[in-house]
Every structure is written in C-alpha cells, then in structure tokens.
C-alpha cells in the first residue's frame, strides 16, 4: 500500500501515469503466492507496454555455470558500479533534482509512455 502510494504522489503529475495506472495498480491489489509468479506478471506487463517480444525461458534448476550460454545474472548488482552510462530523458522533478538515472521502467513508462521504446 505504501510503494504505491508513493508511486502516485511521485507520478501523478507525469504524462502517462493516468494512461498505465489502472495496469500498475493490480499489483497493488491481488494476491499472489509466491513472488516469483508476481514477478513474472509484473515483467510480462512490462514487455507488453512496451510492445517487445520476448519469451522468458526458465531452467529446471540451479547451474553454477551454462557453458555455450552468455551468463547475464551478475551484472545488475546493488553493491557494483557499471560502466553504463543512462541517456537523459525528461522526468516528472527534473527542474529540481536533475536527472536521475537508473530509477525504473515504471520511470520511463510513466515519463513518455509509447515512446519508451524508443529510448531502449
């Protein structure tokens, strides 16, 4: 209830916030069992949005390593910088905090709408 309290104080100003409300706030509402299947509604939302084909592939269990396979699941960490630099975009408080990178595909969604895509 609080995170999507604050996405609306955050966003409601924004241009497409009215436009993708109804889509975000289901999950603030329903109920799921495991955070795996919340995710993955979450990301299927997202790529629907945002109009992008992809299908998700999950493995059967854990493998230390998939040879053959390019690995991507240690390059997003919390505690490690990367070299990627965000190119700016208007967001709803850029007069008074400048640009924030990295915040969030609900950031960019929110902020220019159909037209996320194209900034991907």
Same mark, same amino acid.
């Given at each position: 209830?609080?995170?999507?309290?604050?996405?609306?104080?955050?966003?409601?100003?924004? $241009?497409?916030?009215?436009?993708?409300?109804? +889509?975000?706030?289901?999950?603030? =509402? /329903?109920?799921?069992?495991?955070?795996? +299947?919340?995710?993955?509604?979450?990301?299927?939302?997202?790529? /629907?949005? *945002? /109009? *992008?084909? $992809?299908?998700?592939?999950?493995?059967? #269990?854990?493998?230390? =390593?998939?040879?053959?396979?390019?690995?991507?699941?240690?390059?997003?960490?919390?505690?490690?910088?990367?070299?990627?630099? $965000? /190119? =700016?975009?208007?967001?709803?408080? &850029? +007069?008074? #905090?400048?640009?924030?990178? &990295?915040?969030?595909?609900? +950031?960019? *969604?929110?902020?220019?709408?159909?037209? #996320?895509?194209?900034?991907?």
């Amino acid at each position: 209830r609080l995170h999507w309290m604050s996405l609306q104080t955050c966003y409601r100003s924004s $241009a497409y916030f009215e436009y993708y409300e109804d +889509d975000f706030s289901m999950f603030y =509402e /329903k109920k799921w069992k495991y955070l795996f +299947d919340y995710n993955l509604d979450l990301l299927q939302l997202v790529l /629907k949005l *945002l /109009k *992008l084909q $992809a299908n998700p592939r999950f493995t059967g #269990s854990y493998e230390k =390593e998939y040879p053959g396979l390019t690995d991507f699941r240690e390059n997003i960490h919390p505690r490690r910088e990367t070299g990627y630099v $965000a /190119k =700016e975009y208007f967001q709803v408080f &850029n +007069d008074r #905090s400048g640009f924030l990178p &990295n915040l969030s595909i609900v +950031d960019l *969604l929110f902020n220019h709408g159909p037209q #996320s895509v194209n900034y991907l």
